[in-house]
T-cell receptor, first 112, second 111 residues
Framework: IAGITQAPTSQILAAGRRMTLRCTQDMRHNAMYWYRQDLGLGLRLIHYSNTAGTTGKGEVPDGYSVSRANTDDFPLTLASAVPSQTSVYFC?????WGDGYTFGSGTRLTVV | QKEVEQDPGPLSVPEGAIVSLNCTYSNSAFQYFMWYRQYSRKGPELLMYTYSSGNKEDGRFTAQVDKSSKYISLFIRDSQPSDSATYLCALSRQGAQKLVFGQGTRLTINP
């Protein structure tokens, strides 16, 4: 089934640890995005990539990094996790603006 | 001021009711308007997409855009318990791939 796969589905992480959230799409979409979703704050863009080899900062990039080595994969890394990074993280992709975004099922991350 | 404002609710209505969900925005450069539906513990999925002012109908769902008032709406007719979800509006500018999302409205349809 075409779409976006995120892993892990959930994780409890000790503060200060490094973690990479994985995102893979099989639709050959050019653009990919990472959002975090928090109660009362909605979806906030962390980082994005318009095409393989390029990345950009979104609304809340601090504490996160991304890479886009190829079209399909867009991992998000937390270098040193803090409790305020407890959230649900969604990866999304799009081809053209007219098609909207396709979202993954999310990763629930708890930093303790 | 946020670019897109959406009442977070929660909104609870009886089965069969007509539901109206709304967003307002401040930037007249927005040209593309979408509604996403998100079930609990799932990712958002695209429900409706409209371009510029006017109405678009898809089954029990109607998306309405009023660019003069910077106001968009999603109407659900004959609402069903399966419509219970969070609904997010999303807007984009001409030539821009990045979407700006509303906060989302949590809707519950009571049997």
């Amino acid at each position: 089934i075409a779409g976006i796969t995120q892993a892990p589905t959930s994780q409890i992480l000790a503060a200060g640890r490094r973690m990479t959230l994985r995102c893979t799409q099989d639709m050959r979409h050019n653009a990919m995005y990472w959002y975090r979703q928090d109660l009362g704050l909605g979806l906030r863009l962390i980082h994005y990539s318009n095409t393989a080899g390029t990345t950009g900062k979104g609304e809340v990039p601090d504490g996160y990094s991304v890479s886009r080595a190829n079209t399909d994969d867009f991992p998000l890394t937390l270098a040193s996790a803090v409790p305020s990074q407890t959230s649900v993280y969604f990866c999304a992709s799009s081809d053209s603006w007219g098609d909207g975004y396709t979202f993954g099922s999310g990763t629930r991350l708890t930093v303790v | 001021q946020k670019e897109v404002e959406q009442d977070p609710g929660p909104l609870s209505v009886p089965e069969g009711a007509i539901v109206s969900l709304n967003c307002t925005y401040s930037n007249s450069a927005f040209q593309y308007f979408m509604w996403y539906r998100q079930y609990s513990r799932k990712g958002p999925e695209l429900l409706m997409y409209t371009y510029s002012s006017g109405n678009k109908e898809d089954g029990r769902f109607t998306a309405q855009v009023d660019k003069s008032s910077k106001y968009i709406s999603l109407f659900i007719r004959d609402s069903q318990p399966s419509d219970s979800a969070t609904y997010l509006c999303a807007l984009s500018r001409q030539g821009a791939q990045k979407l700006v999302f509303g906060q989302g409205t949590r809707l519950t349809i009571n049997p």
